[in-house]
């Protein structure tokens, strides 16, 4: 019933009234989504029909909001265009910023925007949302920022009881912000838009070259990752991705690291 509500609220309000009472701007063209979604008796959000977020090749160096930022929210300009979200630490003290996993690969140098290249990366997986996730380590000298562009935080990893609510994203899609003042953008999330612990769902906006960027919630806490988006839900665009502490167990079961989440006052 709870599930109904929230969804019968956004056909009734209209999503972008939605977004604008969360403190956001309502993109003006949603038909950029255009992947449609069949929904199914065990969650509106079948996340195995949502596309992986393409990873521009070739990316444009778009304006940035948070220039020579090397934390979350930057722009990965190579190997491909996607978006750096949270930055963590492990037990020798050595810096890491995250991403999707589908868009680096293990051993590849990874640049941003204003900066070149940072890091290598040192883990990558990509078997759908929930299972998508890539760990940058940082060049010695580099030491990241952890404050997420233009929103601040993360306070702290997001338990289940605090997964529920208006989230903030930060991200650098080809489409969201060619013709808004800003990037950042916000959404809403529920527990009960997915049947996997491992990944969220969200009513919000994502595009290609969002792949990689930080989703936390509004009272701080690090929610996630975008990796999949281009669903239409009664004409409402859909994202997914992977949660952050799915995101530390992979890559912590696949080097060997103990990584430990940077935080930030919020915004």
């Known amino acids: 019933m709870r599930r109904m509500a929230l969804f019968a609220l956004a056909l009734v309000v209209g999503f972008p009234a939605v977004l604008a009472a969360a403190g956001t701007p309502a993109p003006s063209v949603l038909a950029s989504c255009t992947i449609p979604v069949v929904t199914d008796a065990a ?7 949502l596309e992986p977020l393409p990873a521009p090749r070739d990316p444009p160096l778009l304006p940035q909001e948070c220039p020579n930022h090397l934390g979350p929210g930057a ?5 491909v265009g996607c978006t750096m979200n949270f930055a963590f630490t492990d037990q020798l003290g050595r810096f890491y ?35 998508d996730f890539g760990l940058v380590r940082l060049d010695a000298g580099r030491v990241p920022d952890p404050s997420m562009c233009h929103w601040g935080g993360p306070t702290g990893v997001a338990s289940p009881a605090q997964s529920s609510g208006v989230v903030r994203q930060f991200g650098y899609g080809l489409v969201w912000g060619q013709n808004q003042f800003t990037r950042a953008r916000s959404g809403y999330t529920d527990p009960l838009f997915t049947m996997d612990p491992n990944d969220f769902a969200f009513v919000g906006f994502a595009a290609a070259g969002d792949s990689g960027s930080p989703v936390r919630m509004d009272s701080g806490e690090a ?3 975008v990796t999949h988006g281009g ?19 992979l890559a912590e079961a696949g080097t060997g690291l103990d990584l430990t989440l940077m935080t930030a006052p919020v915004a």
């Open 75 to 79: 722009q990965m300009t190579s190997p």
């Open 231 to 249: 669903g239409v839900l009664f004409f409402v665009p859909t994202g997914s991705g992977t949660r952050i502490d799915q995101a530390i167990r």
């Open 223 to 225: 929610l996630g990752l």
């Open 43 to 49: 969650s509106p959000f079948p996340l195995a029909d």
């Open 97 to 131: 910023l995250g991403t999707a996993g589908h868009c680096v690969g293990v051993g590849q140098r990874v640049g941003l925007a204003g900066l070149g290249q940072v890091g290598t990366a040192v883990f990558s997986v990509a078997n759908g949302a929930g299972y």
